[in-house]
């Protein structure tokens, strides 16, 4: 069967939008029709633009007409409802936002417009981002287009389910505790946590912290390039971000992996919570391409203290950001805005001062870590995407979790050190969900990340027990 358009890869319609053999106004009359069909069901798309996403197609085929076009001329992408996008409706999930439609776009959009991008939909996520379960008071739960009794992950949750139903093929996220690798992960596509300050950020409320960051999302590693190149860029309003260069994303070059030397870990050496069968799964994967490289070898970096540092960390941003909205509005705010943002209210300046100690440590200790190797590999996440109607589960292999956010440390440690990260589809786990890898890459070492991962993604596509199956659609249509 011939795929729709609106099925392949952004790569693949990047090339037949230049070569003239597509519209953009196809392009986008084909991801509109995927949309109608599947959103209804799915819920992964909160606003559109279709007025604008109309005369920007029309203007984009003029452009690739004239050649020398930007990069993402023509391709309709996706942006997660926590960034201001111009006239189209931006909610961060919360009834305290739920009619405002800004009249300017941030710089990271306004970036992508510039490399031609259509900025066609906003995307769901949990209020202001918080939780690893894509639903509001707004808009309800998003599903996962693999199986809708089962969730997408959070917080970027609609992108990841736009992204494997087919409706978009390029959409934005943001991962501060893994909420880009968590949805990847579990929807079966890729993205990718850059080296904090590579997409600049105006917005952001928190200056010199690793904490927060924007990245692309895709259906593999190729277009995850093509999307930085509209995504990264310097902007002096973020302490973080410096000179770059976006277009070296463009192409991705795959480096020869047998030359690499990677360390395996599936707990941290038991520092993290991880399924018995998720971890079962991992070593079933690893044992399938650690013949590609180098050296291969399991390793745990010191991580002891990552719960500590991030929960307390953590919970200083959420006293920076809804002290107010907790003081003025508690009742139209979710529980985890209120319970995160009172925790932060408990605890002591000592408190803040030995995390941010204790981080400095674990930083170090993690460069050491990664002095002898060019990648670390763990699982994309420590458990199988969760019933919608259950929720986040609140035990693993029988160790009752003491918060919600436990079984997301397999994600959050990462957080801590820095290091660009890209989550990579690797099967099927153990419950017939989509399974992946974590890879990090080294400091700042972004396109090398990529490369590597480009070859890896192409190595795991010709072994059948390592592929990601692609979601039944038609119970939706």
Excluded at 156 to 176: E, K, W
């Amino acid at each position: 069967m011939t795929p729709d358009l609106c099925d392949l890869n952004a790569h693949q319609l990047r090339n037949m939008l230049r070569a003239r053999e597509i519209s953009a106004e196809e392009l986008l009359a084909s991801c509109l029709v995927r949309i109608e069909n599947v959103n209804g069901t799915i819920n992964a798309i909160t606003a559109m633009d279709i007025d604008r996403a109309t005369r920007d197609a029309e203007t984009a085929t003029k452009t690739l007409k004239q050649g020398d076009a930007p990069p993402l001329t023509g391709i309709p992408v996706g942006i997660k409802d926590l960034n201001r996008t111009a006239g189209m409706r931006t909610t961060y999930g919360s009834l305290l936002h739920k009619d405002e439609v800004p009249e300017h776009d941030e710089a990271l959009v306004t970036r992508l417009r510039e490399a031609g991008a259509i900025i066609l939909a906003k995307t769901n996520t949990p209020e202001f981002g918080s939780g690893s379960n894509t639903t509001n008071r707004v808009f309800g739960p998003t599903l996962n287009p693999h199986n809708p009794l089962r969730t997408p992950g959070g917080s970027s949750g609609g992108s990841a389910a736009a992204l494997a139903s087919g409706m978009l093929p390029l959409a934005h996220g943001s991962d501060t505790g893994g909420s880009l690798r968590n949805p990847a992960t579990w929807c079966g596509v890729v993205g990718f946590r850059p080296t904090p300050g590579l997409v600049s950020r105006e917005q952001r409320s928190l200056g010199y912290t690793h904490f927060s960051v924007q990245g692309p999302m895709a259906r593999n590693v190729d277009d995850i390039g093509l999307m930085m190149t509209g995504l990264a860029g310097d902007d002096a309003r973020d302490v973080l971000s410096g000179p770059c260069d976006p277009g070296s994303f463009l192409t991705l070059d795959q480096i020869d992996v047998s030359d690499l030397k990677v360390a395996w870990s599936t707990d941290f050496g038991g520092t993290v919570p991880v399924d018995n069968d998720i971890a079962a799964t991992f070593k079933k994967s690893i044992g399938g391409i650690q013949h590609l490289f180098k050296s291969c070898n399991e390793a745990h970096p010191n991580f002891k203290n990552a719960r500590d540092i991030f929960w307390i960390l953590r919970c200083v941003y959420y006293v920076a950001n809804h002290k107010e909205r907790v003081a003025n509005h508690a009742d139209l705010l979710s529980p985890t805005i209120v319970s995160n943002t009172k925790a932060g209210f408990d605890m002591s300046l000592e408190d803040v001062a030995w995390a941010e100690k204790a981080w400095v440590a674990l930083y170090q200790e993690f460069q050491e870590f990664f002095a002898d190797i060019d990648l670390f590999i763990v699982p994309g996440n420590a458990i199988p995407p969760f019933l919608v109607t259950e929720g986040i589960p609140t035990s693993i292999n029988g160790r009752e979790m003491e918060n919600y956010m436990d079984p997301s440390l397999v994600r959050s440690a990462l957080t801590l050190t820095g290091h660009p990260v890209i989550a990579l589809p690797c099967g099927m786990d153990h419950v017939g969900m989509p399974f992946g890898f974590q890879v990090v890459g080294k400091r700042r070492g972004d396109l090398k990340l990529l490369q590597a991962a480009a070859a890896i993604e192409k190595e795991i596509n010709q072994i059948d027990d390592l592929k990601v199956s692609s979601p039944d659609l038609s119970p939706y249509s």
